[in-house]
């Protein structure tokens, strides 16, 4: 493991993920939609959907809403998203990939594209940097909100078959095998554990610092691939300042 911190870059992120809540929801609700058309609609049974569900509740998702999109899946809507995957560079040579379910591919390629370039980054073709980064499972614990000192969780979560953890002041973050991920999860809230996150994300083999000449442009990428309709998930390589 890297060393990389997202929980570090989560917490950064709460207030301007406040200000776009509206479009957060209506990207979430793509996603259920899509996973209750896959799998069905009861999230016991759908493993996959359960993972959404799990991160609509954590953006606050009202209930209702949830259950709008997976009736809508329950009633035979016609509507069809496909899964697409952008590679690229940011500004100072950082890696970046972009998840994005559209029903327009050439809409989003398009859009992704114009994101890239205009902010002195550059695409990539398929593979180009989908191989620095690993699928893992990724959980966070408040620290404020579990009484277990860093010993106990360790034990704990190699019990379960975690592979990882790293621990600060406020939180101790998890790192399992994507696999493993919804086991370890389940057996944290069993043992009485409060997960504050649990996400199955792209984790950076290594990380880069963004030149400071460039962080404006960097931001401003990332922000505009975000506030897209279609884009889902952007994952980059960029070092927080712990890391650099």
């Known amino acids: 493991m890297s060393g990389h911190s997202k929980w570090h870059n989560i917490q950064g992120r709460k207030s ?5 809540r509206g479009k957060i929801f209506q990207k979430l609700s793509r996603e259920l939609f899509m996973a209750a058309k896959a799998g ?3 999230p016991n049974d759908n493993a996959a959907l359960r993972l959404i569900v799990d991160k609509a509740r954590a953006a606050n998702m009202p209930k209702d809403n949830i259950k709008r999109a997976l009736d809508k899946a329950d009633g ?3 509507e069809h998203y496909d899964e697409v995957t952008y590679e690229g560079y940011a500004p100072g040579g950082v890696a970046v990939l972009v ?3 559209t029903d327009n591919k050439n809409r989003t390629a398009s859009a992704v594209r114009v994101a890239f370039t205009r902010n002195g980054g550059s695409m990539g073709s398929s593979g180009s940097v989908a191989y620095m980064f690993d699928r893992k499972g990724y959980i966070v614990l408040d620290r404020s909100k579990n009484s277990q000192d860093e010993d106990t969780v360790l034990m704990d979560i190699m019990d379960l078959g975690a592979d990882d953890l790293q621990t600060s002041d406020d939180a101790y973050e998890i790192y399992t095998e994507a696999k493993e991920f919804a ?3 389940d057996g944290l809230i069993e ?4 997960l504050a ?5 792209m984790i950076p083999q290594n990380t880069t610092p963004v030149p400071e000449d460039k962080q404006e442009q960097f931001e ?5 691939l975000e506030d897209d309709e279609d884009v889902s998930e952007v994952y980059t390589a960029a070092a927080d300042d712990d890391d650099e």
């Open 40 to 42: 069905g609609s009861d």
């Open 16 to 20: 301007a993920q406040d200000a776009k």
């Open 99 to 101: 998840e994005a379910l």
């Open 220 to 224: 401003h990428m990332i922000d505009q």
């Open 183 to 185: 086991a370890v999860r």
């Open 191 to 194: 043992k009485g554990y409060e």
């Open 197 to 201: 996150d649990s996400e199955l994300t």
């Open 76 to 78: 035979g809507s016609d």
